[in-house]
């Protein structure tokens, strides 16, 4: 059973989206920096279903194989639907045996939560056969009412594919996942894709067609704006002392960046009453290392593996231009955003270092990693 944060605030816009779009067939690309609350958003919306349709969560985070995905996937169709595919896939002679043993047998525990034991296919078959049941899936789909389907969440899809690339999974390969989950979307199975990467910027560095995301309705998840993060630090650290309103104002000031995960661990070292004095000295010696090392760790991690050393000059060049001066949007110099190092801006948006604003500025996405890369370079 999916439950709900109690501690989920201020994205009810978010969430009556949707599930507008989902209640009309449509699904949704989820997609936000990290720590702004997508996953509690997403359970959130499947907590909010209709009762007789089954929501699904699948964190993908960590899947490191094509195979356990497919298996995944078709373990959570409806039982008649996996019968008439075994079926159709039988008859139509599309997968070998020992598949087709499989399928029988996963159609006798099919969507059954009291199910513990995991079965997965016959060594890599399923992968290899994926687009012929697919196709035959998406024809069974089609005859299927709507509200006999699951919803399925798909949590860091993003973060799965580049598991894929690290084990020398072919482009095509991911090309095929997606192809398949548009035409299952395109056949009446509703999905919540989420992310942390830029999903979109991850097919351009592939070369994969952004086409394979078509109708999906995009949903952006921003950070709480300064009212939303005064009210939120005030709910959950009602009745304590760092509740009055110099406690607030003093935790405001010392957080870089207002999204969930930074006031949450503020409210985590905050809730046990501290004086003012007390409370200034746990922001300073423990909720912002705290914070440094789940937001900043991660970020100077993907710069180190993820860059060429020519990559990562020209990567240097456009965060000092952003971090010099106040926390605002820049100009860029030309050369880095329309000539030959241009990708390494497209690849800096990919990993979440720095957004487009408006009048085609850039900034970084968190004020924290502005901050660490002006200390690290000693700019001023």
Partial sequence: MITRNPNFMFREAELLRILDRLSEGQSVLLAGIRRTGKTELVKAVLAKL???????????QDYTSLTIFYSDLLRHMPKDVASMLQQSLTALRLAPSKLIDWFRTQVDNVSASEVTVEFRPPDDD?????????????????KTPTEQLPVIAIDELPFFIENLLARNYQTHDIEVLLASLRKLRSNGLRFIIAGSINLEHLLSSLNIPKTVLGGLWHETLPPFNDNEAESYLKTRLQSTTAADSESIKLILQHLPDYVPQCLETAVGYLKFNPTLTECEQLLNNKVLPHLQRSFVYQFE???????????QAVAEQILDELARGANEPRLLPPELVSGADRAVLVKLQLHDFITQAADYRWCFTLNMIRLWWRATRSLT
């Fill in 50 to 60: 209709p009762k007789q349709t089954e929501a699904v969560y699948l964190d993908v």
């Fill in 126 to 142: 399923l992968q290899r056969y994926w687009e012929p049941i697919v196709e035959q899936l998406a024809k069974i789909l089609a």
């Fill in 301 to 311: 991690e993907r710069l180190a593996k993820h860059y060429t050393p020519t990559e």
